[in-house]
């Protein structure tokens, strides 16, 4: 099921779980441009955004309707060390940066986890206030 959740018409959350109806988010999308021109900051969210399929697809689709967004993939980071090299491609071209949020299990990768993000150069903010 997918949701899209507007806050205000400055920040929206693209909440994805399952995102099997892939066309029914593009619409959606669509008729939430047609609505709000811009939004500053947009966060993919889920469950775990890095489950779907179509995260790729979604960050594009999110990054051609609002350009000047700062747009944002929110992960606990447990699969990115597993995630396809186009993955990070997508990230760096559609200039999409990734939050890491505090989880516990994943701890003692944060050091392995910036490094990889540091060698696709991909954008990211990690909280690690619990760990390390």
Known sequence: MKKILLFSALM???MLSGCSERYELKKDLKKLKEKVFH???IRIM????????????CCKWV????????????TNGILLLNREKS?????????????????PPIYNHY???AKYLEIYGVKYQMDIRWGM
Do not use: H, Q
């Open 87 to 103: 993955f990070f491609e997508t990230l760096m071209e559609y200039n999409i940066a990734l939050d890491i949020t505090c989880y």
């Open 111 to 113: 050091e392995k986890i």
């Open 46 to 57: 889920g469950g775990e955004p890095l489950m779907s399929n179509d995260l790729e697809e």
């Open 63 to 74: 990054r051609t309707l609002w350009p000047y967004s700062d747009i944002r993939v929110a």
């Open 39 to 41: 939004i500053d900051n």
């Open 12 to 14: 929206a959350a693209v």
